[in-house]
């Protein structure tokens, strides 16, 4: 999808956030460069495909491959911590699925603030949440007859739960083989192979790192190798807005599970934000 005028300050304020967070040296520089970069925008490429250019230019200015490398360790360390003490409760893929959906609120972007509050109320409701949409019996079913599953990762933190649904899949469906998508480079707090390694996805899957620096999966950008895998893959599961932003004016069904987070993802979906989705496109 084209990005939209309402995303343009997601991407400003992407820009204050980093450098306040890292204490960055001259940050007008920064947010100059920022702003000349955004007068020439190509406004027929996607907001993921147009955060993860804008991030390039965050990273060059801070002299790091990864601002959030150690917020992003932190995030996975807490939720490794807090799957460890229940995964007992969360014994089906159903639960599993509504989990991870819940798990989505992890976002640094300044729009969304109070972001470990909102994880806390989020997780501890999931039992009483209700999904605005919830097409696990079609994803059952056609895992039922799938050999390969490529499960498209979003950010840290959740990837622990990301995880947990790709050990259900596992269980149910043994001969299924699962590929799990990560970032090329760092952006934001987008799982990487790095956070992949930290919580032990090779244990469930074959990461695999799509070859990219976009805030979401953008395929006319990504490796030779993850495209492959793309159109080959029976089932395709995306976590995560910018992975919906990226994906949703694909031709292949794609199973998308996220919280709605922002007005404009509500108007694509035509769900109210703050929906919990597991949402098959197209509908099965």
Not at 74 to 79: A, G, H, T
Not at 81 to 110: C, H, Q
Request: glycine letters at 8%.
């Amino acid at each position: 999808m084209h990005i939209h005028p309402d995303c343009l300050p997601c991407v400003v304020n992407q820009a204050v956030r980093t450098a306040r967070m890292t204490g960055a040296a001259n940050p007008e520089e920064l947010y100059r460069r920022i702003f000349a970069h955004m007068s020439q925008l190509d406004f027929s490429k996607s907001n993921p495909e147009i955060i993860g250019e804008t991030y390039g230019l965050i990273k060059a200015h801070l002299g790091t491959d990864d601002p959030y490398r150690d917020t992003k360790a932190r995030y996975n360390q807490r939720f490794m911590d807090w799957i460890a003490s229940r995964e007992g409760e969360i014994d089906t893929l159903e639960k599993a699925v509504m989990y991870a959906a819940a798990a989505n609120i992890i976002d640094f972007n300044p729009v969304h603030q109070d972001v470990e509050a909102q994880i806390d109320r989020q997780l501890s409701a999931v039992n009483e949440a209700r999904f605005a949409r919830l097409d696990t019996d079609i994803l059952r079913r056609e895992l039922s007859a799938a050999r390969t599953v490529l499960y498209l990762g979003d950010n840290c933190g959740e990837i622990c739960f990301d995880k947990l649904v790709i050990r259900r899949i596992r269980e149910a469906y043994p001969d299924c083989r699962v590929w799990y998508g990560v970032r090329g480079q760092p952006v934001v707090n987008d799982a990487t192979a790095e956070d992949a390694a930290m919580v032990g996805m090779d244990q469930v899957a074959t990461v695999l790192p799509n070859g990219d620096g976009s805030l979401g999966t953008v395929i006319s950008r990504v490796s030779p190798d993850f495209l492959d895998i793309w159109r080959k893959a029976d089932v395709v599961i995306a976590k995560g807005q910018g992975n919906y932003e990226s994906l949703c004016e694909e031709t292949r069904p794609v199973y998308f599970l996220m919280t709605v987070k922002c007005g404009v993802i509500a108007g694509m979906t035509g769900y109210p934000q703050g929906s919990l989705l597991c949402m098959r496109q197209p509908a099965g």
